[in-house]
């Protein structure tokens, strides 16, 4: 990016309170030159381009009703005005489409589609068809880091087959390969996964502004998005002077797993406060083990200890710090691999839908993992969190209330305060309580999802309104049942 365009840019953040910073470990980054309170929204973005991946609406990513567009039967709209709102680029991507085989239609995955988008998108803009804005332009994408130098020969070989995908699709159009690969390789760690506001995935999105914000395992940050809009909120007190920061990835990780993946995807060491002080860590105000070690670790088998077990690979067993008793490591590695082989049928029956089979493997897996598992291990947490789902799916409300609740204590644990997830797990348990007429209860969990999601999510979306008419509603009907308790009494 040259000066002027740069200057554009800063010129551009200034108006949201942010200025444009360079880093000497992680190069770009954004800056708050005002304080900001957790839910203040601090920017907000339009895609440069998007692409859904599942059936929702091509304009404002809702589901519902929907209808195709009748000229290419590929994209879909909620009404006209999305439609209107869309022609422009889609005019020129239906006529495309038209043009190709069914076989080759067939190829189009989301990711070719949004790369076929931001040419035309670019075209477009170079023609003055679309508008070009300081924070809306191609060049603020060119700026994006590609790590072409760290991707290694396999995705080259993939990326250089997608880029001549893509040129069939836009035969009439001028395609240079080596730039379309490496905008595939920007892709692959600058575009967001556009989701609902339950977190759900609906598409992919390139916001080149909001993808300078560098990660944190612990950030001060979260992106939320509000239809295709990507939100920023501040989830902490940011004063002015700080970095703003989102995390790239789910988060209920060890610190090892955590950084393995920043590596392969993002291609950093990430030195957050979170992975450089992985050994202690400070719990409710106590200096505890090793999170880790809770977090994966094995448990003592001696009753009631609770302790936690380390590995003496001199002798290649576990042992107790609290009680010094031993466990052999491979009973331990026996327990695994059945473990891995009963969830992965388990996942088998979920996708053929066989819930009652799948139900009854994953209690197996459960029943497992509590013999060698902390009992507030991430692994444990996947498995209540997928019984849940199941036994959601089955109706069955008050056993996925049992396991809604048991997953609750390690949300709190490996996730922080104010987290999307955590405020979203609370809302699951206050929508079963209220089906299982626990009106109190559901009252008590709603408050605790909206302390956290009002940060997180604001409190005008359509998805949090309806939230606040449920804790209305479950108000009135506690109070009418402490009334009736009193007069009983
Ligand atoms: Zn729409
Ligand atoms: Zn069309
Ligand atoms: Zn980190
Ligand atoms: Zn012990």
Same mark, same amino acid.
């Given at each position: 990016?040259?000066?002027? %365009? ?86 020129? *991507? ?79 159009? %001028? ?8 905008? +595939? ?12 506001? *339950? ?67 993002? +291609? ?88 009652? %089979? ?26 209540? #969190? ?46 079963? #309580? ?56």
């Amino acid at each position: 990016m040259n000066g002027l %365009e740069d200057a554009d840019l800063q010129y551009f953040l200034s108006s949201y309170g942010l200025i444009l910073s360079s880093f000497p470990e992680k190069g770009r980054g954004l800056v708050s030159t005002r304080d900001f309170s957790p839910g203040d929204i601090i920017i907000s973005q339009d895609p440069y381009v998007c692409a859904p991946s599942t059936s929702c609406c091509d304009g404002c990513f809702s589901r519902g009703k929907l209808k195709m567009c009748t000229s290419c039967q590929m994209t879909q709209y909620c009404g006209s005005t999305c439609q209107k709102s869309q022609w422009k680029l889609h005019r020129l *991507e239906c006529q495309a489409l038209i043009g190709l085989s069914e076989d080759r239609k067939k190829m189009l995955t989301p990711t070719v589609r949004l790369m076929a988008r931001l040419l035309l998108k670019k075209k477009l803009q170079d023609d003055n068809t679309i508008p070009t804005t300081s924070d809306d332009n191609y060049d603020v994408l060119l700026a994006l880091v590609s790590h072409m130098a760290d991707i290694d020969e396999n995705k080259l070989v993939l990326y250089a087959q997608m880029a001549n995908l893509v040129k069939l699709v836009l035969p009439l159009m %001028e395609i240079n390969i080596k730039e379309v690969i490496e905008n +595939f390789s920007k892709m692959a760690c600058n575009a967001h996964t556009i989701c609902d506001s *339950e977190l759900m995935p609906l598409g992919t999105g390139i916001y080149p502004v909001i993808s300078i914000i560098n990660h944190s395992c612990l950030p001060n940050c979260v992106l939320v998005f509000e239809g295709r809009k990507a939100v920023l909120r501040a989830v902490k007190h940011i004063t002015r002077g700080t970095e703003v920061s989102i995390t790239y990835i789910e988060t209920a990780l060890t610190t090892t797993e955590r950084k393995k993946l920043l590596k392969e995807q993002y +291609f950093f060491d990430c030195t957050c406060h979170c992975c450089n002080t992985p050994h202690t860590v400070f719990l409710k105000g106590a200096l505890e083990d090793n999170q880790d070690i809770i977090l994966n670790g094995y448990r003592c088998k001696a009753k009631p200890c609770h302790g936690v077990l380390h590995h003496d690979s001199a002798n290649n067993i576990y042992r107790c710090k609290v009680c010094g008793s031993t466990r052999e490591k491979h009973s331990i590695d026996q327990i695994n691999s059945k473990i891995k082989l009963l969830s992965e049928r388990a996942s088998r029956c979920v996708s053929s839908k066989d819930y009652l %089979e799948a139900k009854d493997l994953y209690k197996i897996v459960e029943h497992l993992q509590l013999k060698i598992y902390n009992p507030l291990s991430i692994c444990l947490m996947k498995t209540q #969190e997928d019984i849940m789902k199941i036994l959601i799916a089955l109706n069955d409300w008050e056993g996925a209330l049992i396991y809604c609740r048991l997953t609750i204590p390690i949300y709190q644990r490996v996730y922080p305060a104010i987290h999307p997830l955590v405020g979203l797990q609370y809302y699951t348990c206050g929508k079963l #309580e209220w089906l299982l007429r626990q009106a109190g209860e559901a009252l008590q969990s709603y408050t605790k999802a909206i302390d956290i999601l009002r940060i997180t999510h604001g409190t005008t979306t359509p998805f949090m309104r309806e939230l606040l008419l449920k804790i209305e509603e479950a108000n009135a009907d506690a109070r009418l049942l402490q009334r009736k308790t009193a007069l009983l009494q």
